[in-house]
């Protein structure tokens, strides 16, 4: 079993540097022990890692700088890659743009492995294949200037065979995502021990790959921005949005402790910035956004906080197949580690589900698609915003095979946001203000305040189902401003997502739109920002967030509607307690975050998902933890 270097905090610089003489990050994930005889989570912390392997260092290179520039995931990356007496030396890579928590994380681990192994037999990192890939391209290139041999350097690293590997521990959780590491340290600070197992490389899951926005009534930010509200308000939209087919209790339960999950957030050292904004499709100015960039931000914190606790174990690469259960109770889990083992958990108190949704699982979605969407075809031409790995409905399937009931299962959500072709929420975002849709004859087609369900239809009527977002130097002030989600606008450019013009017209000549029609739309927004005209489309401004779009360079970047959330799942109770098909406890067995359904019903509003991780994931490892 190849020993796997997995550094789940990476610092939010833009340079990535890398020497061989430096000793690996200190994981706190990791391969499982390999020794048959069950052991504690606490054990299992500190349990020596398989022994390194290694290939002989390839001889024969001249010593010197090489550079090569490759296609990452969102942008072009560079490499600089030093051999010294005839070894590889350092890696230093620019990686602006590489999604956070997830590209740079894979930047982070394959340049390491690399360096350590003398080798580009290692393994890529299992959620960031393309990040892995563009690694193993870059350094074949500098290496072949060399000199090197690249028959030596890719040939097979010597593996010791995979060794089957059982634990001992309070609290199981599945799903290293946002709801299933807040479950965890919830049950952790509740007195349990807990181990984690994540089936990617990472941790994060889409949490890693949202916003971030986290919806909460918050008096004090937002009596700051004079902005009325109520949980009681916050109560109504959300049941209302989800076109009052949630279940009024959990939406309690969600609206209720929105705010105490931001406290809670904080106290772990979350930083939320001052002013509270409005994620798309939110319905009012209450989503709460982390001071640093994009989702990762609560992964980040979980990560620190998890690596400094002697409670907490977490198991990457790691695919959890089924749930045990004795005398009717959920005990455990059986998975599978990366080179085949199997792994055994014993949990005495409970097992978490937090597998997320099924938005990735192309069959699982068509077979469930009869509601809102039942007149699109959710087929592979509809891509998906989660995590690709993440988002495939294990969790909903080994549930249900220990007698869980689902709830809502037709129930799923489009984003506008979606990257032609893959789905992704890539280039410039949808969320916050200061934006215009149009389509491809340069109307505005739809208020861009309204929830999600409303905007994807009538971007599915519009040509072709897609359309332009078209912003200006007040989303990005210059070409190298690094945005919420750590991108720059020269970046995008580069990377041929996006179109970049000094006039509106000559936007409209190179994206093809009527320049008439486009100079229309602006000017008829500008008005409504001005407080000079009502917009006919329902768009409100609000004088604080929103400004007039007058000055170039102009931006414009092509979007379709994609899969963005399942909110049918599990069947659960105010105490995240899962339910079988007579509505009664499955003890032991708690599931939070996307793997759940009954909370948001037909339609969720932006920055509710947060928010749901969160409260839930509280909620669960409480009581999983306390569960005896």
Same mark, same amino acid.
């Given at each position: ?27 706190? @994930? ?18 020596? &890692?398989?022994?390194? @392997? ?113 634990? +001992? ?157 004795? +005398? ?20 005495? $108190? ?205 931006? &414009? ?65 409480? $009581? ?5």
């Amino acid at each position: 079993m190849k020993k796997k270097f997995l550094a789940l905090l990476l610092a939010a610089g833009m340079t990535l540097s890398l020497a061989a003489c430096s000793t690996a990050p200190e994981a706190t @994930t990791q391969a499982p022990d390999t020794t048959p005889a069950a052991t504690t989570a606490a054990e299992a912390t500190t349990a020596p &890692a398989a022994p390194e @392997t290694t290939a002989p260092a390839p001889a024969g290179m001249t010593d010197g700088v090489y550079e090569a520039t490759v296609t990452g995931h969102n942008a072009p990356i560079t490499f600089s890659v030093t051999v010294e007496g005839g070894k590889l030396a350092a890696i230093d890579a620019t990686v602006e743009d590489e999604t956070i928590g997830v590209g740079k994380v894979a930047l982070a681990q394959m340049s390491q492995s690399i360096l350590d192994a003398q080798s580009l037999s290692v393994d890529t990192v299992t959620g960031a294949s393309i990040t892995s890939r563009a690694v193993i391209s870059a350094l074949e290139q500098c290496l072949t200037e060399a000199g090197a041999d690249l028959e030596a350097w890719t040939a097979p690293l010597d593996e010791e065979p995979a060794k089957d590997a059982s634990y +001992d521990t309070d609290v199981v959780v599945i799903g290293g995502g946002g709801s299933g590491l807040a479950a965890a340290i919830s049950a952790e600070q509740n007195g349990a021990d807990v181990i984690v197992v994540e089936k990617l490389g990472i941790l994060g899951g889409s949490t890693n790959v949202s916003e971030g926005a986290l919806n909460a009534v918050d008096e004090k930010r937002q009596s700051a921005q004079d902005i009325e509200d109520s949980v009681e308000k916050f109560y109504t939209q959300t049941l209302e949005g989800g076109h009052n087919i949630g279940t009024p209790e959990l939406v309690h339960v969600l609206t209720d402790n929105a705010y105490g999950a931001v406290e809670w957030l904080e106290s772990l050292g979350v930083s939320f910035k001052d002013e509270v904004g409005t994620a798309t499709g939110a319905l009012w100015q209450r989503s709460h956004y982390p001071s640093t960039p994009s989702g990762n931000s609560y992964i980040r914190i979980f990560a620190d906080y998890i690596d400094k606790s002697d409670k907490l174990t977490v198991l990457t690469d790691t695919q959890a197949t089924e749930i045990l259960m004795e +005398d009717g109770r959920a005990a455990g889990i059986v998975a599978t580690g990366r080179d085949g083992e199997t792994i055994t958990i014993h949990a005495a $108190n409970g097992v978490i589900l937090a597998t997320g949704g099924f938005g990735a699982n192309i069959e699982m979605r068509q077979e469930y698609n009869t509601g809102v969407w039942s007149h699109v075809s959710l087929d592979s031409s509809i891509g998906c915003t989660n995590m690709y790995l993440s988002a495939q409905g294990e969790g909903i399937a080994m549930a249900t095979a220990v007698g869980a009931q689902v709830t809502g299962m037709s129930d799923i959500q489009l984003h506008p946001c979606g990257t032609p072709g893959t789905g992704l929420m890539n280039n410039i975002r949808t969320s916050g203000r200061n934006r215009i849709f149009v389509n491809q004859e340069g109307n505005r087609f739809v208020n861009e305040g309204a929830a999600r369900d409303v905007l994807a239809q009538a971007i599915f009527d519009q040509q072709d189902s897609t359309y332009w977002i078209v912003v200006n130097s007040v989303r990005y002030p210059d070409r190298e401003w690094v945005d919420a989600n750590g991108a720059t606008i020269a970046n995008m450019v580069a990377q041929g997502s996006v179109i970049e013009a000094d006039t509106l017209e000559e936007l409209a000549e190179k994206t093809g739109m009527n320049y008439d029609n486009l100079q229309a739309s602006i000017d008829n927004y500008n008005a409504v920002v001005r407080g000079e005209a009502e917009d006919e489309l329902g768009f409100e401004a609000n004088n604080q967030a929103d400004v007039e779009l007058t000055e170039g360079p102009w931006y &414009a970047c092509k979007k379709v509607p994609t899969v963005h959330h399942t909110m049918g799942g599990l069947k659960i109770n105010e105490n995240a307690e899962v339910l079988n098909a007579e509505d009664q406890v499955i003890e032991g067995l708690y599931a939070c975050g996307e793997v759940t359904g009954g909370i948001h019903g037909s339609n969720r509003l932006g920055g509710n998902a947060i928010a749901d991780c969160m409260v839930f994931g509280r909620i669960a490892g409480e $009581n999983a933890a306390k569960h005896q």
